[in-house]
């Protein structure tokens, strides 16, 4: 439900004269900044392609930090955020694989590269004794 | 005419690379042992002519000869020099040249100096360093040529401005450096395997090219990863990018060979795995090479785009690693196991070290290579960054810590639990103290930087304990160089662990007059001025900085415009303290006459930079240590190791 009024509130009220615009400022709770940027560190921008969001020059980087700011002072959480993001983005934006089928592979190869490893390790250890 | 030239000493440094690898392989494979002495005088032939080659492509740099297609497309006849001359190297075929250059100075060395290795072994080293040259030679010559010619270009495009910087001059020939000394690690380890001689004297023979490979990887990461922080203006100093990951993944690799190189070489130890390793670490410097040169990444980093040459790649990729792993599984039933050792000994701490190491490899290579293949076989496109790597390679490389704190105070072989746990009493309470502080004064942080701090204090006083009770005249130099080393990984850490727990950022529009807090300091901005720049246009933003009650200081981001080609960049302004560094970007015009700023206090950032240099400076101190041991007089040599009551500490 905040999601959705947000999001209404983003595309149909028209801002008001003396709001900030967040793109380049900080929202005034710190708590809340801390978490729009932890949350714009890990947020791709889509245009320039290696750099997050919190670090572009390119206008749309802008547009981005300017929605996750508004969107975490209206109340949303960054997962919810980043979530929104995906949606209208693709999984790409995000720096933060979502754990899913197609993306078990980045945890189970080291997981069984350890095991693997730590088998081999110990095998050749209990020959000795 | 220069460009026809250099074209023609690189087809004969070609010819001679092939004439290298054909002389041994006839030597070896077919008896003519006579042929064998030839090798040497080609191996430097081949050296010469492809400095020559190099020498030329950066003489049409300098002279912005523009009928180059390569200096039309990189170069600017307005670039300062210092950049006409390392741009020459920051595109795809001229740092390919310069690889290669690397590759034929290594092998002159090789022929000219190594004097250790048995003759045979030799001479099938020096052919595998001429069959490794031969494909980068063939790649240079019938995808890449970089003296290519084209008419009428009266200007060229210019050198990306992030390029444009002294670190370009420095960075990519250190890793290269790296990177190819690598490539001689892995021809030792085919010569060994083809004339079956893995042992302790190949060992000793290829272990100052792991550990001077090594240095120049890790002086190439540490600088590089500076480089980045203060260029891309964005306050950090590893993104976890693709092209970083690809020099990571070689110092990974090559971190566990040198380890186990030093088991095979005292201890007689480790002998598959060692040469296992070589084939990994040389892979890793290939794939690291390719990733950044074949386009196929989309990255801050890659310039140089052009996945046509792809195909050419990942066949020079397969017949290098597909052929060293089939000669690994042809001959490694002939390679016994070396000597044994018991679960708590220096051996099997080695090894678990190794075993973390190349964990931490996978998840790198996993996280860098996936979404490519995913991307390749699904068309789903997914990102991989620094929340994956720190989360999973995080933990590992903690504990691959506590091992390195472990390792050096072991003794070969066997030992009892109880004795090693007596010697990291002190350790123990360090990192105890360091808890209790932390709790005290620092209030919650993350449980990463918390055990990362925890960690860091524990191995610091145990890197020191190999010298504890110790005649420090009689340690050698090598010892000297594990403790640099090791204090260097503590040291590294401690400021990893400071910047990600510790940072204070802030992000304002001010206007003139209007003043800013960050950390301990207030920041003014005094107004906002236009300077001209060599080749760009600067905005300078004037701040006055005043720490809590001190004197105020001047502080002077900027802003680059460039024209050739269009783009914009940062310059931040970094004045670096005894415990940290104040970090002051300028950004866009906002409103007005106001100008966003953003700021970093980055308590103790600077120890990420000052633990590498110390590691690379270890690494130095190793491998004076051990040319002096291994590599004068063997009197002398026999003589030490007789008289060396205690086991030889590991690197």
């Known amino acids: 439900m905040r999601r959705l009024a947000a999001l209404a509130l983003l595309i149909a009220a028209p801002l008001p004269a003396q709001a900030q615009d967040y793109a380049e400022v900080a929202l005034p709770d710190p708590a809340q900044e801390a978490q729009a940027s932890r949350l714009m560190d890990t947020i791709r921008c889509v245009v320039c392609q290696g750099q997050p969001i919190s670090g572009s020059n390119a206008d749309l980087a802008g547009d981005m930090r300017r929605i996750v700011r508004e969107r975490i002072a209206a109340g949303d959480t960054p997962d919810e955020v980043r979530a929104w993001l995906i949606s209208k983005y693709g999984d790409w934006v995000s720096f933060k694989p979502q754990v899913k089928p197609a993306t078990l592979p980045l945890w189970l190869i080291p997981l069984v590269a350890l095991v693997l490893g730590i088998w081999l390790v110990s095998r050749r250890l209990r020959r000795h004794h | 005419m220069i460009a026809e030239a250099g074209l023609a000493a690189l087809w004969l440094a070609a010819v001679m690379a092939l004439l290298q690898f054909a002389l041994g392989a006839l030597a070896l494979g077919r008896g003519r042992a006579g042929l064998a002495p030839a090798i040497q005088p080609v191996a430097v032939v081949q050296a010469v002519l492809v400095c020559i080659a190099f020498f030329c492509l950066i003489a049409v740099f300098v002279r912005s000869d523009m009928s180059v297609l390569l200096v039309a497309a990189n170069s600017h006849s307005a670039k300062p020099m210092l950049y006409k001359i390392a741009g020459t190297w920051g595109n795809h075929e001229g740092s390919m040249l310069l690889w290669v250059t690397i590759l034929g100075v290594a092998g002159a060395t090789i022929a000219l100096f190594e004097r250790q290795l048995r003759e045979d072994t030799r001479v099938a080293t020096l052919a595998a360093q001429g069959a490794i040259a031969l494909g980068f030679y063939a790649f240079l010559l019938f995808s890449s040529n970089p003296f290519a010619r084209i008419e009428n270009v009266v200007e060229g495009a210019g050198l990306n401005p992030l390029l444009q910087d002294p670190g370009l001059a420095f960075h990519p020939p250190t890793l290269y450096a790296g990177y190819v000394g690598m490539s001689a690690a892995f021809s030792f380890a085919v010569g060994a395997l083809v004339t079956r001689n893995v042992g302790p004297d190949f ?358 415009q460039f024209t050739d080609p269009p783009m914009q960049t940062n310059q931040a302004a970094i004045r670096t303290f005894w415990n940290g560094q104040l970090y002051l970007v300028l950004g866009e015009q906002s409103d007005g006459d106001k100008w966003v700023m953003r700021m970093w206090w980055k308590p103790f950032v600077t120890l990420i930079w000052l633990g590498g240099a110390m590691i690379a400076l270890g690494g130095m101190l190793s491998l004076l240590g051990r040319v002096r041991r291994d590599f004068l007089p063997r009197r002398r040599r026999t003589a030490t190791v007789e008289a060396l009551p205690e086991p030889e500490p590991a690197e």
Not at chain 2, 526 to 536: D, K, M, T
């Open chain 2, 203 to 560: 060992a000793r023979a290829m272990r100052p090219w792991i550990l001077g490979a090594w240095i120049f990887l890790t002086v190439g990461i540490t600088a590089g990863s500076y480089w980045a922080y203060y260029t891309l203006g964005w306050g950090g100093w590893w993104f976890w990018d693709p092209v970083e990951n690809a020099s990571l993944m070689p110092w990974l690799a090559a971190t566990a060979l040198l380890h186990s190189v030093t088991v095979l070489a005292t201890r007689d130890g480790l002998r598959a795995w060692t040469i296992m390793l070589s084939v990994l670490a040389f892979s890793m410097s290939m794939v690291g090479t390719f990733l950044v040169r074949s386009g196929i990444l989309t990255s801050v980093h890659s310039f140089a785009v052009d996945p046509e040459r792809g195909v050419f790649i990942l066949a020079l990729l397969a017949i290098y690693i597909g052929g060293a792993l089939a000669l690994f599984a042809m001959r490694i039933g002939t390679v016994s196991e070396g000597s044994r050792f018991d679960i708590v000994s220096r051996e099997a701490a080695l090894v678990l070290n190794n075993l973390m190491l190349t964990v931490v490899l996978v998840v790198v290579l996993a996280g860098t290579l996936y979404p490519l293949a995913l991307e390749a076989t699904s068309g789903t496109k997914i990102s991989v960054g620094a929340p994956y790597f720190n989360s999973v390679a995080g933990p590992i490389a903690l504990i691959t810590m506590v091992l390195l704190a472990a390792g050096p105070l072991l003794r070969w072989r066997s030992d009892k639990p109880r004795l090693v746990l007596d010697r990291l009493v002190f350790s123990f309470l360090a990192g105890a103290a360091a808890l209790l502080l932390i709790a005290a004064f620092a209030g919650s942080i993350g449980i990463l930087p918390l055990l990362g701090l925890v960690a860091a204090a524990i191995v610091a006083v145990a890197s020191l304990a190999p010298l504890w009770k110790r005649n420090l005249k009689r340690t050698p130099l090598f010892t000297f160089g594990m403790v640099m080393a090791h204090m260097g990984c503590a040291v590294s850490m401690a400021g990893m662990a400071c910047d990600s727990a510790f940072t204070r950022e802030t992000m304002v529009a001010m206007g003139p007059g209007e003043t800013q807090a960050v950390g301990d300091f207030a920041v003014t901005l005094a107004g906002v001025r236009e300077r001209p720049g060599p080749n760009y246009q600067a905005l300078e933003a004037v701040l006055s900085v005043s720490e809590k009650g001190g004197t105020p200081f001047e502080m002077l981001p900027q802003l680059h």
